[in-house]
């Protein structure tokens, strides 16, 4: 049965003439309806859904399937798994084994196991303890750390390390800080308070971290929830100074906890005692019991495991404690990391891919079942070409050159302003360019970057000055790298939408004697669709307003400025929603996420015929509140 209808796995055994697969999968599908209800529910489950009762090997190897999910459980070793197996088969079936299971004995002995309640409430076992994540620059390695922790709401401690971090800005000091002490006077009475600088313990990253998940651990009744530390660049710091006799930590046994405690010194002692003890910051729960963490546990003070964890005496880390970080591989690292400290990490790569469009939430937007593409564009003059078309020709180049994918650059590398979908000329300059050329390029093969076949090969060709002095990008530059590396080049497509709305915009309105349909327009130097630079326009209006948090206070300021408007330009959530989602007027509007989590919709039907309309309305009201500047394409 299970070679005739299991999906996933090695059908090899089936035999090849088809009749009799038809047989086999008949018989199979007739056993499978044999069973109903929550029977057959279990039954599929078991042939499908291994991880359901801890299944690790196939259920066609009879001879030590049954073993796999008991040795799974025990988190064994390879050298004793048959052994154990053994064991397991010859008391399945024994009438003592329900004595056992009914005795007093068993149940305080599953009390007190690594598998008991207290083992059996962290909530994220699934997931790797230690974990670095590595790529390419602009992988978003950053960001897939982020949505897991932040899609389940997990409590995250954030660090950079860098080349000055050691174990003091890691784990955490005594240091300088200013408080209040008392005054005296000649009869040592109190008559005032002054700033004073004294010495406090500081606590830093690592020490949060590891407070706040015994805390969580101890005092989680029905769950425990995970506490992760993530560690930004560790490939940046050095991890031996950094973590010092911590390293020691990092092996962790199969329940989760540190296989080797250590002894912490004084002052770490005394601080984490007080944050344990009744009315710390990180007070324990009374009936916390871990002694099960570490079998054999031999303390120097005479006290069981748990006593020591409390006072400090020992460090332990917690299997709630998640430690993950990201490594960018381009970077030179000043401190390699040696292999014993690599050992003790999972490793998982981030690839280079297209960048997808995702919701609210961090979910993938998907439409007619497949994935929607950001589609950014790399925009320069009045041209535009695909930034992944660009990122797949340089990256073959850097392949070629460099013979690595260290070098190479994610979708996320630079992206567009808030609001936009191109990446700016200048932006693309300053940030692609300069690493290119001074990262990847430089002592190498720099043919692309030529204007022509006789000119050499400078960085400063990608800059002109324009008419006022100011040094800006060169489009031209950056075109002909695109045609250096084949990457298609089309004009910026633009989108002057009719107005649907009545008003000045309206034809009996309109001075057909001056016709400006034709005439395209940029906002601050960049061509852009009508919509877009509307868009554009409010954008900068809120970043240059960082006192208007609510979507109320935006939409009355800029509604001030626009007084003498027909077409109300933004529009809040609630009154978005007055409106027939259906209906053509409800198509007018774009959304756009603010900081405060509200929605601000932004009208995007706009013409510009003649000078009644909205738009050259707007364009002066840009000019004259400094908003930047709009202006015809010439």
């Avoid at 969580?216 to 006799?245: H, M, T, W, Y």
């Amino acid at each position: 049965m299970y070679e005739a209808c299991h999906p996933s796995k090695d059908n090899s055994s089936i035999p090849e003439d088809q009749k009799t697969k038809d047989a086999c999968k008949e018989k199979a599908e007739h056993f499978l309806n044999s069973y109903n209800g929550a029977d057959k529910e279990l039954l599929v489950n078991f042939l499908w859904n291994y991880e359901s009762w801890g299944g690790g090997k196939n259920i066609k190897r009879s001879n030590d399937f049954t073993d796999s999910p008991v040795l799974n459980i025990a988190n064994t070793i390879n050298a004793s798994s048959s052994l154990i197996g053994a064991i397991v088969k010859g008391i399945a079936n024994q009438d003592c084994l329900n004595l056992l299971l009914e005795s007093e004995e068993w149940k305080s002995f599953e009390g007190s196991s690594a598998s008991s309640d207290t083992a059996k409430k962290n909530s994220g076992g699934k997931m790797a303890l230690q974990q670095i994540f590595y790529g390419a620059p602009g992988t978003g390695k950053s960001y897939e750390v982020n949505s897991i922790t932040k899609k389940n709401r997990y409590a995250t401690i954030r660090t950079t390390f860098h080349p000055d971090s050691d174990y003091s800005t890691f784990v955490g000091a005594y240091k300088p800080t200013m408080a209040d002490a008392p005054v005296y006077g000649a009869q040592g009475v109190e008559i005032a308070k002054e700033k004073r600088i004294t010495y406090t313990f500081v606590k830093q990253a690592f020490l949060k971290a590891y407070l706040g998940a015994w805390q969580k651990l101890a005092n989680g009744v029905d769950s425990v929830d995970p506490q992760f530390l993530v560690i930004e660049e560790i490939n940046r710091g050095n991890c031996a100074q950094i973590f010092g006799d911590l390293f020691q930590l990092l092996d962790r046994s199969g329940n989760g906890f540190s296989t080797y405690p250590i002894e912490a010194d004084a002052d770490l002692q005394n601080e984490i005692a007080k944050e344990f003890g009744q009315g710390g910051e990180y007070m324990l729960a009374n009936e916390f019991n871990v002694d099960y963490a570490v079998p054999d546990y031999i303390s120097n003070y005479g006290k069981t495991l748990t006593e020591d964890i409390k006072l400090g005496r020992i460090l332990l880390l917690p299997n709630n404690l998640y430690i993950w970080a990201t490594m960018n591989t381009s970077d030179q690292s000043l401190f390699p990391i040696d292999s014993a400290f690599k050992r003790r990490w999972e490793w998982r790569y981030v690839k280079i891919s297209k960048g997808y469009k995702r919701g609210a939430n961090g979910e993938l937007v998907i439409k007619n079942s497949e994935r929607v593409p950001l589609g950014w564009k790399i925009r320069f003059n009045n041209n535009e070409c695909d930034w992944w078309e660009f990122l797949e020709a340089i990256n073959k180049q850097i392949g070629s050159v460099t013979s690595s994918d260290d070098k190479k650059l994610g979708y996320f590398f630079c992206k567009p302003n808030l609001g936009e979908s191109f990446i700016r000329e200048d932006t693309f300059v300053n940030k692609v360019i300069f690493y290119l050329w001074n990262d990847v390029f430089k002592d190498c093969d720099v043919s692309i970057f030529r204007m022509n076949d006789t000119d050499d090969s400078f960085y400063d060709i990608f800059f002109i000055e324009d008419e006022q002095g100011n040094t800006i990008a060169n489009p031209d530059a950056i075109g002909q790298l695109m045609n250096n590396l084949g990457v298609r080049i089309s004009p910026v497509p633009y989108d002057n939408d009719l107005d649907e709305e009545s008003g000045d915009d309206s034809d009996e309105n309109q001075d057909d004697t001056q016709d400006m349909s034709k005439v395209k327009f940029k906002y601050n130097g960049v061509p852009n669709s009508l919509r877009e630079i509307v868009k554009g326009v409010v954008l900068n209006f809120i970043s240059s307003n960082p006192d208007l948090t609510t979507a109320a206070s935006i939409r009355d300021k800029f509604k001030e400025a626009c007084a003498d408007f027909t077409t109300t330009v933004v529009k809040t959530e609630n009154e978005y929603n007055e409106l027939d989602v259906e209906s053509s007027k409800a198509k007018c509007w774009q959304a756009i996420s603010l900081n405060s989590g509200e929605k601000l919709y932004i009208y995007t039907q706009w013409k510009a015929k003649n000078a009644n309309d909205n738009f050259f309305k707007l364009m002066k009201v840009v000019e004259n509140n400094n908003w930047g500047q709009i202006s015809p394409v010439e």
